[in-house]
């Protein structure tokens, strides 16, 4: 096993705490007790300083090295839980009703806890290493609001990375790419108002369902009329409904929500402008109007170059099998954030069949963690080489 022997010797502490952080998942922001366990371990490691409170409810660790390398390595990780109540029937399964690690968070936190033991007690590296644990991945911009309360000012790195584990990968293998890895997520949600009638007098009305219908049809021009056909970018309208009660009526006003995804930043502000143009005019068309609001989420996910090399590389070392040239895929995550700060790259990493995360039976692979563990430890010490 190409692992680093001493996380096969904590594999029972660290899936211990893993357990643990399961049985109670938090929500958000709310993840006042996963972040107080992390910062008690962070502190019983003899981590130098634990900082805790850095955007509501993260933690920041930071262990120096031997020597006098002014250079820094962030690794980052998630803590929080999704409202999914949890169906796998697991001794150790989630108490708390409605409330479950469904993405594996639990696993990303407790690997990092691993890796900080080890490179607390070894410091067999020369720098510093910033321990990132943050809160509201799941849709709260947690990376951003660490960004914003100084994460970066108050605890400079010139690297950053960070894992998410990947069901249907096998166990020991990463995946990861140089260049956009996850998409952007941006929100819009569209209101016309035309006027209501009888569905007998049509004429006397401006029939708000049918010009809300033209505009839903128009909108899927956008990608396949105004992007490279050899960009990716989705649109795709989730809600559609109007303030009609009855067949016989002609609704005053319709709304539909959608989403856009894309993998090329430029494309967010192009689908946004094209978005409310075709909204506008096809309204005005009818004699309607429409009202755009643009929810914009979290940006495309893009490894720097040498940051997904420098990844490859450690992986390359711990692993079992490592694919560097995976193809993007369109749901997002908010280590951009972080990513469009500091280079670096995030990297997927193998939890074999388990069903897919966000479902209720998704399960964390315990037996992942050593080599989650073994790559932060090996991108250190690569990184911030001893003398
Ligand atoms: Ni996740």
């Known amino acids: 096993m190409p692992i680093k022997n001493r996380f096969a010797e904590m594999l029972p502490e660290i899936t211990g705490w893993r357990h643990h952080l399961h049985e109670n998942p938090e929500l958000l922001y709310e993840v006042r007790e996963t972040a107080a366990f992390v910062a008690d371990r962070l502190r019983e490691f003899g981590v130098d300083e634990v900082v805790e409170g850095v955007g509501q409810t993260g933690v920041v660790g930071i262990i120096r090295g031997r020597g006098a390398s002014v250079r820094a390595i962030g690794l980052r990780a998630d803590m929080d839980a999704l409202p999914i109540h949890e169906a796998t029937g697991l001794p150790y399964a989630s108490k708390v009703a409605g409330k479950m690690h469904a993405c594996g968070h639990d696993g990303h936190t407790a690997m990092l806890l691993g890796a900080a033991k080890y490179l607390a007690e070894t410091r067999n590296f020369d720098g510093t290493v910033v321990l990132i ?61 035309g006027k209501g009638g009888h569905a007998a007098e049509p004429h006397r009305a401006i029939d708000t369902t049918l010009v809300a219908a033209h505009i839903l049809i128009a909108l899927h021009s956008i990608v396949s009329r105004n992007v490279d056909p050899l960009k990716r970018v989705v649109l795709t309208v989730g809600t559609f409904s109007t303030d009609s ?15 856009v995804r894309t993998l090329d930043p430029e494309y967010r502000q192009l ?27 979290y940006p495309v996910t893009v490894n720097d170059p040498d940051g997904a090399a420098r990844a490859v590389d450690a992986a390359r070392a711990v692993a079992l099998n490592v694919i560097d040239d995976a193809d993007p895929i369109m749901p997002s995550e908010d280590f951009s954030y972080m990513l469009e700060k500091v280079p670096g790259a995030y990297v997927f990493m193998g939890n074999g069949d388990s069903a897919m995360y966000h479902h209720p039976k998704y399960v964390f692979d315990d037996e992942a963690i050593p080599f989650g563990c073994s790559f932060f430890a090996e991108l250190v010490e690569r990184r911030l080489p001893t003398a």
Request: without cysteine; aromatic residues 8%.
């Open 133 to 193: 644990f943050q809160p509201a991945e799941e849709g709260g911009a947690g990376a951003k609001a660490m960004i914003d309360d100084g994460l970066f000012e108050r605890f400079p790195v010139n690297e950053v990375y960070g894992i998410h584990n990947a069901p249907g990968i096998p166990i020991g293998t990463f995946v990861t790419r140089p260049g956009p890895l996850q998409a952007s997520s941006d929100e819009f949600e569209i209101i016309v108002t």
């Open 245 to 259: 009660a009855a067949s016989n009526i002609i609704p005053d006003e319709a709304r539909m929500e959608g989403t």
């Open 271 to 297: 689908a946004e402008a094209r978005i409310r143009q075709v909204a506008e005019h096809t309204a005005a068309a009818f004699g309607a109007q429409a009202k755009v609001i643009w929810h914009p989420g």
